[in-house]
């Protein structure tokens, strides 16, 4: 039953425009249509049929007949309708969600023939992948990451408007394994428009926050009458906004909850304020155990640092270029929850490292930033503060006590151009093996030693620090 709350609005639904409207006939085409979603071989394609379905409803304001329908398709005990209850019961929120499922429940024990992936489309579903990839300049956004269900994947590229309160655009899903290659065109589109690309990891309880905003915001928009246009539910190339709006978010409930409160429309959440600087009457900072990690290294590479807890982020941007032996020749910024900090830049949102400590943004044991060095390489490294220890007097900090492989060189590509680098090496009938023999500098394949890590080496360096 459908409860009008506040003044009547007109609809143009057929129940409301057509005199000769019967729901009972209506209901059994969409029942007899459900036959096709019985004999997909993907649950991604019943999934979108049930979105569909859900959002024809929403935009025509009758949300509450999805219970009519689910009723409906439960009483005429079709594996069609069984099938169209599994992918109601998989993208539905709420209790909507739960009455599709229970009535599936139902047929199945019945003996209504379930569909070959009724069981995948009930498996848990698992996230990976999770970045951002965006222009400096602050126009544009893609949020990407994959999914796993049972042994299935595929990807999700949401496109977020940062000119336009930071709304949804577009989706797009296609198949996990291609995720390699539509990011490299993405940064290969970006630059040829003359955009400086940057991508960022981002944890999944992250990409949820983001994306939800940008649903949000573009919820706003529609609703106030935006682009008609982008409203249509199917267009040229598949689905259209709406139905893959429905699916993502379903497929966020699947990500961890943020601590962040939804950003106000029109713009992203501030960042918190710094805690004050310490002071001298607070005596000498404790010693930071850090350990920095290099983003999507396999095997991982990683170093392990001691460092006052007072050190400046610019000093700490010196002491991390020593140890991993980068040459400072390329832009950086730490990303913090308190804001993102490198050579101050208005325009990038960047306050000066200079003026910030280590302890200002990452407070406490378990706290995480983010480094990044070289925009395009996009060398990005976790920072993790495990321990606070008592100084030791007879020290030198900073100083390097673990560490796992050698670091990539300088201007390799990032981590897929040092992975292309390290095959090319080993490998002497690869067409590029001799020229990556020259453009490493070393004449004997021997020298050339990437799982050697050397804590006096890194520790040579970083007294040699001014």
Known sequence: ????????????????????????????????????????????????????LLAICSANGAEGAVADLISHFESRSTAGTLAMLLAIGSVAPGD???????????LARAGVAKP???????????????????????????????FQRAERGHMLVLSVDHTDCDAAVDVMLGEAADLPEVLKEMRASGRKNGLDIKTESMEPAELRWWIENALDARDVHDAEGADDESAELFDA??????????????????????????APHGGFAAAPALAPKR????????IYQVKVGLKGATPPIWRRLEVPADVSLARLHDIIQAAFGWNDSHMHV?????????????????????SVTLEQVAPEVKSKIRYVYDFGDNWQHELLVEKVLDRDPVVRYPRCTGGRRAAPPDDCGGIWGYLDLIEALKDPDHPEHRDSMDWVGIDDIADFTPERFDAKSVNTALSGLT
């Open 116 to 146: 070959v992936w009724a069981d995948e489309i009930a498996a848990p579903v698992t996230v990976e992948n999770c970045r951002r990839v965006f222009d400096l300049q602050g126009t544009a956004s893609m949020l990407v990451c994959s």
């Open 334 to 354: 730490f990303e913090t929850p308190f804001g993102d900090f490198g050579v101050a830049d208005r325009e990038l949102g960047y306050g000066s490292d200079k």
């Open 1 to 52: 039953m459908l409860r009008v709350v506040g003044e009547p609005v007109s609809c143009d639904c057929p129940a409301c425009s057509d005199p000769d409207f019967d729901p009972e006939q209506a209901f059994g085409e969409l029942a007899d249509a459900t036959s096709e979603l019985a004999a997909v071989d993907d649950p991604l394609d019943a999934e979108i049929g049930a979105a569909t």
């Open 237 to 262: 190339e598949g689905p259209g906004y709406p139905v893959l709006a429905t699916l993502v978010r379903a497929r966020m409930a699947a990500l961890p909850e943020s601590d962040k409160p939804p």
């Open 96 to 106: 909507v969600g739960a009455a599709a499922r229970a009535a599936a429940g139902r």
């Open 279 to 286: 002071t001298k009457l607070a005596g000498p900072a404790p």
